[in-house]
């Protein structure tokens, strides 16, 4: 049985689900003994440090929130679009060359109208870009770079999951994916959303090692923080995701099982704009994350235009890419310990 494509998308949160369905080893492809030692134990017999030490790997630290963002702005916007294309499928080895073109169109159609929405409005976005994207869609990469007013940032070699990696090979994948994307979009990228939000015990790391500002994949706040590194300040600042500003759980199907999209685009406008409002009422960060292979559809767009007016109409806005919010929130961002 083939992996579920929509696993790409709930990596994280359906991993056990999603890996249920995947092809069960047969005797002959038993793990060694040594492998098998190294089952974790069952998590009832955790001490209480050895908890801690888990998950103080990588927490939350100090909010970062400013006392007011840019020209006394009440709310920073950041607009993301996940470039995942053909990556979500090839990651997976789904080379159905139908699947393939439900990645294309992100580029082929998507791309452009949310290009032209965002000239229209005059707002900036940042596109996470997979590597392999920007191999195989250099247009794309010159149409989001050229204007010099969108950012294009990480996303992984070819979508894949960094808690499958060792250490080397993450480090490999991550320094090829920024060398690529410098290469193909004419700026090295300063942040980095992980595939599927997944991290891996190195990825904190890495991402300090190859000097990044930011981080765009952890969901500890809604406002921006400091990552923690094993309790130290790791100098990272996160912009936090959250499910219910993807579009995918709302928009995406599977073909051969039982998910289906479940809202309509007026559903999800209510859902994202009482988001925003309540990122005004708090004075923070509303941080939006989309794939243009998803939203580029004709009535997706239109809601996604409904919105950005929307929220144009309030006074007090800065719309800006996700590196101009966190160089603003790490210069200017609150001392507030959180606990
Ligand atoms: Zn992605």
Redesign the pocket.
């Known amino acids: 049985m083939r992996t579920l494509p929509v696993c ?2 709930l990596g994280i949160l359906l991993a056990t689900a999603c890996s249920s369905t995947a092809p069960q080893p047969s005797a002959a492809a038993a793990p060694p003994p040594q492998a098998r030692a190294a089952t974790p134990p069952p998590p009832w017999t955790l001490t209480e440090p050895r908890i801690r030490e888990i998950v103080g790997r990588v927490r939350a630290g100090r909010d970062l929130t400013p006392g007011s963002w840019p020209n006394g702005a009440r709310v920073a916007v950041g607009l993301s679009f ?3 294309n053909e ?2 499928s090839l990651r997976d080895n789904l080379q159905s060359p139908s699947l393939l073109s439900q990645g294309e169109y992100g580029s082929r159609a998507g791309i452009p109208r949310i290009l032209a929405l965002l000239d229209r409005h005059k707002v900036p976005a940042t596109f ?1 870009v ?1 590597a392999v994207t920007a191999l195989l869609h250099p247009d794309t990469m010159k149409a989001i770079a050229a204007p010099g007013r969108h950012e294009v940032a990480l ?2 070699w070819i ?1 894949e999951r960094n808690s499958q990696l060792d250490e080397a090979t993450e480090r490999e994948l991550m320094k090829r994916s920024i060398d690529t994307l410098e290469r193909i979009a004419g700026r090295r990228p300063v942040g980095m ?1 992980t ?2 939000w997944d991290y891996s015990p190195y990825t904190l790391g890495l991402a300090r090692e190859f000097g990044l500002l930011y981080d765009s994949s952890l969901m500890a706040d809604d406002r921006p923080y400091e990552v923690l590194a094993n309790g130290q300040p790791s100098g990272v600042v996160q912009l936090p995701v959250e499910w219910i500003l993807d579009d995918f759980p709302y928009f995406w199907m599977d073909r051969a099982s039982t998910v289906r999209p479940t809202m309509t685009p007026d559903e999800v406008f209510s859902i994202w704009k009482a988001e925003f409002d309540g990122a005004y009422e708090e004075r923070t960060l509303f941080i939006l994350t989309m ?1 243009p292979h998803v939203t580029g559809h004709r009535s997706r767009i239109a809601m996604l235009e409904r919105l950005v007016s929307y929220i144009e109409s309030r006074p007090g806005v800065w719309f800006a890419t996700h590196e101009q919010i966190a160089r603003y929130a790490r210069e200017h961002g609150t001392t507030r310990p959180q606990g």
């Open positions: 790409f998308a996940d470039v995942d990556t979500g996470f997979p996303h992984s979508h959303r595939a599927s794939h």
